[in-house]
């Protein structure tokens, strides 16, 4: 999906990209919110981040050689904030971008569910891509399951996930 949403075919890698976000616009918004945003700041610094990436065709430079992709999506986030935060200096940000459609909706309440002390901005993302890789995982074996029409083992086996919400 990394290399699709870098790729040259701007219906392939849109496509991955919209999917690249969906999955894991919480794991950043929660990151970029324990940096001291309020909410809404947050949802708008997460969406700008994905629209520059996407601009920016930054999704090539991904390498799996050279580290796994949380840690470039965490450096890629921590580099954005820092120019952004030079930008807000300078003028204030914005410049036209069309956000992308994310459902911020839910966010901040899931967000509050985490105490503030307890937790560092990168432990917080180390957090929520792990149980954001682990519900794609569980949506996965499930369509498996349901694929060769053994739903209701699933539904049984299930129990025995350790998958918590996001």
């Known amino acids: 999906m990394i290399r699709e949403a870098g ?22 918004y929660s990151f970029v919110r324990r940096q001291g945003l309020d909410s809404n700041a947050a949802a708008d610094v997460t969406q700008a981040f994905f629209a520059d990436i996407l601009q920016r065709q930054d999704l090539g430079n991904a390498n799996p050689e050279l580290g796994r992709f949380r840690s470039f999506l965490l450096a890629s ?55 954001t890789l682990l519900g794609r995982v569980e949506t996965r074996l499930r369509k498996e399951f349901e694929k ?10 299930k129990i025995f996930l350790a998958v918590k919400s996001q």
Do not use: M
């Open 7 to 28: 790729a040259e075919d701007s219906d392939i890698a849109n496509s991955a990209l919209q999917e690249l976000c969906q999955q894991y616009w919480y794991p950043l």
């Open 77 to 131: 986030v921590r580099n954005f904030l820092n120019n952004e935060r030079d930008k807000d200096r300078a003028q204030k940000r914005g410049g036209g971008n069309k956000p992308l459609s994310i459902d911020f909706a839910d966010a901040e309440g899931r967000y509050l569910q985490h105490p503030a002390d307890n937790e560092t901005p990168e432990s917080l993302f180390e957090k929520q891509w792990a149980l």
């Open 148 to 157: 060769r029409g053994k739903a209701h083992v699933f539904a049984e086996l």
